[in-house]
């Protein structure tokens, strides 16, 4: 069973849930993490949710997303879900936007996290779980924008936000991650 971090409005962890009753209409303020991770030629790996997903499913979103265990730090955590999501193991990690936090709705199922955010390379060829992944592709930084600008709602709410706000960290250049 996986257990969710609830957090208070400073992150400072407050209990835990089993994540089957975190997300609903009043979701509580929870840990959770964003990655974005690129192949060795600088492309970004997105991916599209699973359909069944309970949040937003079936939406165009950045490489890896989810939630830290109790005790589990957010490299850890990434890691994890790159490899059960993607088959994937996950290098040149770094944080991109640390004090992420947000607040989305969608179907009457509400998202409510303290999400930092990462950039990072994966290794290996993306051979996705298909209850949590239901597509991906590989597309230059600029090229995920234009889609982004063109396919507006196809995309989650948070890649959307952070796409801009990493922009702004000047830690992504047209070929991918600055080194």
Not at 75 to 91: K, S
Not at 113 to 134: D, K, L, M, Q, S
Request: net charge negative; proline share 8%.
């Amino acid at each position: 069973m996986e257990l969710i971090v609830l957090v208070d409005d400073e992150g400072t962890a407050i209990g835990t849930l089993p994540k089957a009753q975190v997300h609903h209409g009043d979701t509580p303020l929870h840990r959770a993490f964003s990655a974005y991770l690129f192949d060795d030629a600088g492309r970004l790996l997105v991916t599209r949710r699973a359909e069944q997903k309970a949040t937003f499913p079936g939406m165009w979103t950045n490489t890896v997303c989810g939630h830290p265990g109790p005790g589990e730090d957010d490299a850890a955590a990434i890691a994890r879900r790159a490899g059960f999501e993607l088959g994937l193991t996950v290098a040149d990690l770094r944080p991109a936007v640390p004090g992420y936090r947000y607040r989305a709705e969608f179907r009457g199922v509400v998202e409510n996290e303290i999400c930092p955010v990462y950039v990072g390379r994966f290794e290996g060829t993306p051979a996705p779980e298909p209850t949590e992944v239901a597509d991906w592709e590989l597309l230059d930084w600029a090229a995920f924008r234009r889609r982004q600008d063109s396919e507006g709602d196809a995309w989650s709410p948070w890649c959307r936000e952070q796409a801009r706000l990493i922009e702004e960290t000047g830690l992504i250049a047209d070929a991918g991650p600055v080194p």
